[in-house]
């Protein structure tokens, strides 16, 4: 690992971008930014035709990685499933050989319909977004990436008329930032369910 900046690729996937109100606008946020990669995998392909090699190329040559979707039933837009399941090889992600994503960084940056009080044991949906999203941190944890905990938008479709959306975004804008330029606390944030209320204390010379 060198003292350089990371580069970040966000994997953004939103079946109905016309109709996003929380999603589109922090992916086009983000797309601003220098050493940040974005793609759209369902513009990209809508087929779901993935390109395996390209894909395969575009992990390489980035430190950090963002799943940026919205909380469908659970877990992620069937895409993203369908781009880990074809991307993630045997030879390259695990298994023999498969160390290629070894010491890289995994975050989902997600939106959930759901208050945030539904995310938790005593609540509707009885689990938080952490637990619910397991299988990608466990699937992290087996080719060698660093989980960190998600990043959470909850109640998103009530966030921008409750002017929750424009703070939701500055907040997602630092997290990248402080991840390109390693003032970002890895190790800590690993104790946490979700990032949200605690950047300020994960990351290094923010200010409030
Ligand atoms: C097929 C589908 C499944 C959904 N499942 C969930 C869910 O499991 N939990 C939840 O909190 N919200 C769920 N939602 C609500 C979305 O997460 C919400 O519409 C999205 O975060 C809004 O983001 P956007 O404005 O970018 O579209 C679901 C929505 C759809 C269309």
Redesign the pocket.
Known sequence: MTNTNRKVLILFA?P??G??????P?YRAAATLSNVTVVDLYAEYPTYHIDIEREQRRLLDHDVVIFQF??????T?SILKEWMDLVLEYGFAYGEGGIALHGKILLCA?????REE??CKQGM?HFTVRELLRPIEQTANLIGMTYVPPFA??G??S?RDEGRLNSHTTNYIDLVNALIERRFDITKSRDYDKLNNKLDELIMGRTL
Do not use: C, D, K, V
């Open positions: 939103h109905s971008q109709r996003s109100e929380a999603n589109y922090l919205p909380l469908f039933w659970y877990s837009p997600i939106t959930a319909g759901g539904a995310y949906n938008l909850f998103s479709r966030a």
